[in-house]
């Protein structure tokens, strides 16, 4: 069994910064990629980035330029460092990983979600 815990979410005002991360822990084999994916009030859950074990990456547009993931592959933890912060990036961040665990099974994971807030 799996699992990640993400911490970091908080109420920030518009132009702030936040650090989320994301600790993937259990039998793991693999981890390939891990991603931040956030869902705001009455709206789709939606891709914010991802990263491979590489380190290629992929990002939303609405937060090109702005947030940054990055990956501690020694410790199983995916970072998003977010700033400039607006009040639309207000949501319940979820960290998700594909995990390779017990069986030889890759297995998608996600976290319990992170509120982060941001005031006009």
């Known amino acids: 069994q799996v699992q990640l815990v993400e911490s970091g979410g908080d109420l920030v005002q518009t132009g702030g910064s936040l650090r989320l991360s994301c600790a993937a822990s259990?039998?793991?084999?693999?981890?390939?990629?891990m991603g931040w994916y956030r869902q705001a009030p009455g709206k789709e859950r939606e891709l914010v980035a991802t990263?491979?074990?590489?380190?290629?990456?992929v990002y939303a547009d609405s937060v090109k330029g702005r947030f940054t993931i990055s990956r501690d592959n020694t410790k199983n933890t995916v970072f998003l460092q977010m700033n400039s912060l607006k009040p639309e990036d207000t949501a319940v961040y979820y960290c998700n990983a594909r995990i390779l665990t017990t069986g030889w099974v890759w297995r998608d994971s996600w976290g319990q979600g992170t509120q982060v807030t941001v005031s006009s």
């Open positions: 990263i491979t074990s590489t380190g290629s990456t």
């Open positions: 259990g039998r793991i084999f693999n981890i390939n990629p």
